[in-house]
């Protein structure tokens, strides 16, 4: 009689169910704007790469608020300077 132990084969690796909320890479591309603010509010939706999709939210909300400031701060830098009003004197 043979004292040998037979082992089961191993069993095949299981591939994971689909799972359509769990994190993956949306590769889209970003082009950069030349703007640094606005890069970098950009740049923060690579963070939903690595996020289910129901922490889409935080980063699309962080970076439309960034996107808003970046916008509202153009309209309290100083501009050029008006040009000078022409004053026309009538009779």
């Known amino acids: 009689m043979d004292d040998a132990v ?3 084969p191993p069993a095949a690796e299981e591939e994971p169910a689909y799972d359509p909320a769990a994190p993956a890479p ?9 703007d640094a603010e606005v890069d970098a509010a950009l740049g923060r ?8 999709t129901d922490g889409h939210v935080e980063v699309y909300e962080d970076v439309h608020r960034g996107l808003r400031d ?11 300077p008006a040009p000078p009003r022409s004053y026309e004197h009538r009779s």
């Open 6 to 8: 037979l082992e089961a």
């Open 26 to 34: 949306l590769n889209v591309l970003r082009t950069p704007t030349g």
């Open 45 to 52: 939706l690579g963070d939903a790469d690595h996020l289910a």
């Open 70 to 80: 970046a916008l509202t701060a153009l309209d309290a830098r100083p501009g050029p």
